[in-house]
């Protein structure tokens, strides 16, 4: 994304419900951390729960980018 400083690296989260191929995308951020990343992860259960979409195990499929900044801090949010 371009600002008055220069051109800055801007990072999100997508989360695909798989079941019913809805799409959730994260806040961004530009300095992303394990917490940030634990925060998204909460938000979009909360959200998936809110609409019904909850899986019965919290998360049946992790895909994750293979130029992946987060840590393993952020799976207990996804797997209760």
């Avoid at 195990?57 to 799976?75: L, V, Y």
Wanted: hydrophobic content about 40%; aromatic content about 8%.
């Amino acid at each position: 994304m371009w600002t008055g400083k220069g051109l800055v690296d801007v990072y999100l989260l997508v989360f695909l419900h798989l079941g019913s191929r809805r799409v959730w995308i994260s806040p961004s951020t530009v300095q992303p951390d394990s917490a940030w990343v634990s925060l998204q992860a909460r938000n979009f259960l909360m959200v998936a729960e809110d609409m019904g979409l909850a899986p019965e195990k919290s998360c049946g499929t992790t895909m994750r980018s293979s130029a992946d900044n987060s840590t393993r801090c952020s799976d207990p949010a996804l797997y209760k």
